[in-house]
């Protein structure tokens, strides 16, 4: 079922479901809005990772799903003429579109270390849960250091 999930999520990296009519800056515009909600919740895992806030389990698990959830929609955002080069609002790099069969890895990396996120999260194993934050929190910096802009 896993399987399933992410071959789909892949595809529509791959297709880019390119319909002629999707103007740059609502291709933009979308996956910013995905990524600033992914964001919103993994900040507020972090302070409670690093003890900003009080640990609290259900909401850390209710994030973790939502972001697991929102990992691979950004994906179909992607499509071309949208890179930092062509559109002043967008932060992604146009080397971004020669390299995506790296993208793709990182995508796919990162898909799955936050669907073990919210599993390990579920379970409600503190210290294992941390771990799998920081794990987690990597496969998002891999990807920026290479494709987003500062
Ligand atoms: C496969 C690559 C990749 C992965 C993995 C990835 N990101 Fe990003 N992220 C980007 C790119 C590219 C941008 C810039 C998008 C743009 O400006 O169009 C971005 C932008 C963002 C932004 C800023 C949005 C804005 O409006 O400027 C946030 C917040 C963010 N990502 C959070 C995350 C989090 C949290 C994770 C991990 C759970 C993550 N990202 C994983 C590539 C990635």
């Not at 994030?63 to 949208?82: C, D, H, N, R, Y």
């Amino acid at each position: 079922m896993k399987k399933i999930v992410l071959a789909a999520s892949l595809s529509l990296l791959a297709t880019g479901l390119q319909a002629d009519d999707i103007k740059p800056e609502k291709a933009i515009e979308y996956r910013q809005s995905v990524y600033n909600v992914m964001g919103w919740h993994f900040k507020t895992m972090g302070a409670m990772v690093k003890g900003e806030m009080p640990f609290n389990k259900e909401v850390f698990a209710k994030k973790a799903e939502i972001v697991a959830f929102m990992s691979p929609l950004p994906g179909e955002g992607f499509i071309k003429g949208t890179s930092s080069k062509e559109v002043p609002e967008s932060k992604a790099k146009a080397i971004l579109w020669e390299k995506m069969d790296d993208v793709k890895a990182k995508s796919q990396d990162s898909q799955k270390e936050t669907k073990a996120l919210a599993e390990i999260a579920k379970a409600g194993d503190e210290k294992a849960i941390k771990e799998q934050f920081g794990k987690t929190a990597k496969t998002c910096k891999a990807c920026h250091d290479d494709y987003r802009e500062e």
